[in-house]
């Protein structure tokens, strides 16, 4: 069975202090989708990033770095020199890749929240 | 260019009532799934439903049902609703074989069951 572990359920930091959200997965599949998504209080999922199984290359986008390790089956998101506007709930997130293209759903962990003060 | 719109935003019901959420997906999208995140938890998968027929299915009870309409828009429908129900539906729609790019969301439906 697919399972998305954030072991992390809050994280407080004060402003421009760099922070890593953990992310375990458990997957029998040999190809699938992670994500991360970024949950305002609005509501809405805030797509952040999608890495495929087979692509290991750690990606940096400004201040959002993450570090893909397939042995470990992790999928850690750091924030560097954060900010206010920084808190939110990230979600982890897995899914196969079908055959057909597309989406399968979406397995998501159950979120840190992050609360970067002034 | 809209992204995904769900109505409404805020919604009481009453144990045992029925109610029906909305959501028109992001203008070319063709398909729309739909999640239940019951508070402090991650969304759960409820189904998925494309070519205006429901392709795959979470683990929940038959008191959810769906539709999705020609103009790709869809709606959730749950029946005898329980207090457990009290959730933020979330709808999140894509474009079947697009493969580059996640799931457009929602800001939800506030539903809760009293």
């Known amino acids: 069975a697919q399972k998305v572990t954030q072991a992390q359920t809050e994280i407080s930091v004060v402003e421009k202090e760099d922070v890593t959200l953990d992310c375990v997965y458990e997957t029998r599949d040999t190809t699938y989708y992670l994500f991360w998504y970024k949950q305002p209080p609005s509501g809405e999922l805030v797509f952040l990033i999608r890495?495929?199984?087979?692509?290991?290359q750690n990606e940096i986008s400004g201040r959002y770095s993450w570090n893909f390790q397939k042995s470990t089956s992790s999928f850690n998101f750091t924030i560097t020199a954060s900010q206010v506007v920084d808190s939110a709930v990230y979600f982890c997130?897995?899914?196969?890749?079908?055959?057909?293209?597309?989406?399968?759903?979406?397995?998501f962990g159950a979120g840190t929240r992050l609360a970067v003060h002034p | 260019d809209a992204g995904v719109t769900q109505s409404p935003t805020h919604l009481i019901k009453t144990r045992g009532q029925q109610v029906t959420l909305r959501c028109s997906p992001k203008?070319?999208?063709?398909?729309v799934s739909w999640y239940q995140q019951a508070l402090g938890q991650g969304p759960q998968f409820i189904f998925q439903y494309y070519e205006e027929e429901e392709r795959q299915r979470g683990n929940f009870p038959d008191r959810f049902s769906g539709h999705q309409f020609p103009n790709y828009s869809s709606e959730l429908n749950v029946n005898a609703l329980l207090l457990g129900d009290s959730a933020l539906y979330l709808c999140?729609?894509?474009?079947?074989?697009?493969?580059?790019?996640?799931?457009?969301f929602g800001s939800g439906t506030r539903l809760t069951v009293v």
């Open positions: 203008s070319g999208h063709d398909t």
């Open positions: 997130a897995l899914s196969e890749i079908p055959d057909s293209g597309g989406y399968n759903k979406l397995i």
């Open positions: 890495r495929n199984s087979f692509d290991e």
């Open positions: 999140a729609s894509s474009l079947e074989g697009e493969g580059n790019y996640g799931y457009t």
